[in-house]
């Protein structure tokens, strides 16, 4: 990344055939925000109506990883980047976004823990937050945010 603020789109979003694809418009200087799910539009959206972020980008950057020995890379789905003068809910400025299901965070664990944890201490040495973002409820609809 250039700037602390400057951060753009880096990973395409083609239209999906078994999931919900699209874009919704944006207050954000990024531009509309792209969504792999409804998952994806509904936290686009509550972090829309949040009056101290200065900017959202989704699919912001690939970084490469190690993970158990293997070359690996990972696209965060989402960052927020927080106004300076606000309160930070993450305990940083920037935080990166995984939106999943919490079904398939339960039950891909093993595969997916190890590179999370990967892309944690990554970000982490980056001054960067790391959050996760699942459907808690799946009648209510009510996300999660850790």
Known sequence: MRQDTEVHKRR????????????????????PLLYESKLERDFLMSLEVDGHIRDVVTQPMTISLTVDGQARTYTPDIMAVWQTRSPWPHGFRRVVFEVKPLAILRSEYGTLAPKYRAARRYFAERDVGCGSAWKRDPVSGVIGVE
Do not use: E, K, L
Request: net charge positive; glycine share 16%; proline share 20%.
């Open 12 to 31: 395409r979003i083609p239209p999906g055939r078994r999931s919900v694809t699209g874009q919704m418009p944006s207050r954000y200087p990024s531009g």
